[in-house]
């Protein structure tokens, strides 16, 4: 009996991971082409049964997760494993494999879409709690993903020897910002219902907050 659950729950988990080679890819051009639409769903989404949840896409945290090991898995094939993992120093002696290194990332990079989560439950003064908070949490990891991933492959190709590939680096920086701060702009719009360039000024202002944190994590765990 017990092996006979356990073969269920392989079958269930096999389905699932491989469900991914579909769903993966349909979400990440989704939050692409239609981030806002993802974003306005999520609330709706998680008022519906576990199994009922996001049945045409990935789970937001599940997709942010696997974009992190997808771009890990990226950096090692075309420039070999991180520096942090054989040459660390202070914190950075807690990263010792590819495994741990995904779940930094994976921590870092699921702080943005927190703190977004959290200062735009600010600036539309609601309260911030778990049920306020998870939504906007979900949704802002639907923008924040793609981000990811070509903030992850910039920094890679900055790794490779040949000083041109900086070039298209910038180029992803700067498209990655370009669409954080677009849709972050027109969400704030969407939601508090206001301006424009009120809805600049908040995205700017979340970008900016993103980025001290990421920055301060990354300075901490590289030694500086």
Same mark, same amino acid.
């Given at each position: $009996? =017990?092996?006979?659950?356990?073969?269920?729950?392989?079958?269930?988990?096999?389905?699932?991971?491989?469900?991914? +080679?579909?769903? @993966?890819?349909?979400?990440?051009?989704?939050?692409?082409?239609?981030?806002?639409?993802? $974003?306005?769903?999520?609330?709706?989404? %998680?008022?519906?049964?576990?199994?009922?949840?996001?049945?045409?896409?990935?789970?937001? =945290?599940?997709?942010?997760?696997?974009?992190?090991?997808?771009?890990?898995?990226?950096?090692?094939?075309?420039?070999?494993?991180?520096?942090?993992?054989?040459?660390?120093?202070?914190?950075?002696?807690?990263?010792?494999?590819?495994?741990?290194?995904? &779940?930094?990332?994976?921590?870092?990079?699921?702080?943005?879409?927190?703190?977004?989560?959290?200062?735009?439950?600010?600036?539309?003064?609601?309260?911030?709690?778990?049920?306020?908070?998870? =939504?906007?949490?979900?949704?802002?990891?639907?923008?924040?993903?793609?981000?990811? +991933?070509?903030?992850?492959?910039?920094?890679?190709?900055?790794? &490779?020897?040949?000083?041109?590939?900086?070039?298209?680096?910038? &180029?992803?920086?700067?498209?990655?910002?370009?669409? @954080?701060?677009?849709?972050?702009? #027109?969400?704030?719009?969407?939601?508090?219902?206001?301006? =424009?360039? #009120?809805?600049?000024?908040?995205?700017?202002?979340?970008?900016?907050?993103?980025?001290?944190? %990421?920055?301060?994590?990354? &300075? +901490?765990?590289?030694?500086?």
């Amino acid at each position: $009996m =017990p092996f006979l659950i356990f073969l269920k729950s392989f079958e269930v988990l096999l389905y699932e991971v491989m469900s991914w +080679l579909v769903f @993966y890819p349909r979400t990440l051009w989704r939050s692409v082409r239609h981030p806002l639409a993802l $974003m306005e769903r999520t609330e709706g989404e %998680l008022k519906l049964a576990p199994s009922e949840q996001f049945r045409d896409v990935v789970s937001p =945290p599940i997709f942010l997760l696997l974009t992190v090991v997808a771009a890990n898995g990226i950096e090692v094939a075309v420039v070999g494993n991180n520096p942090l993992i054989d040459d660390g120093i202070g914190l950075a002696t807690m990263i010792t494999d590819n495994t741990s290194l995904i &779940l930094f990332r994976l921590i870092a990079f699921a702080s943005l879409p927190v703190i977004s989560g959290v200062f735009a439950l600010a600036v539309m003064r609601r309260p911030v709690d778990r049920d306020t908070l998870q =939504p906007i949490f979900y949704g802002q990891c639907f923008v924040t993903t793609p981000v990811v +991933l070509l903030f992850s492959t910039a920094a890679t190709l900055t790794r &490779l020897p040949e000083p041109a590939a900086n070039i298209p680096a910038g &180029l992803l920086f700067i498209a990655a910002s370009v669409f @954080y701060m677009a849709v972050e702009a #027109a969400w704030f719009v969407y939601e508090t219902k206001g301006r =424009p360039l #009120a809805g600049m000024l908040w995205a700017f202002a979340a970008f900016a907050l993103c980025l001290l944190a %990421l920055g301060t994590t990354v &300075l +901490l765990f590289a030694g500086f």
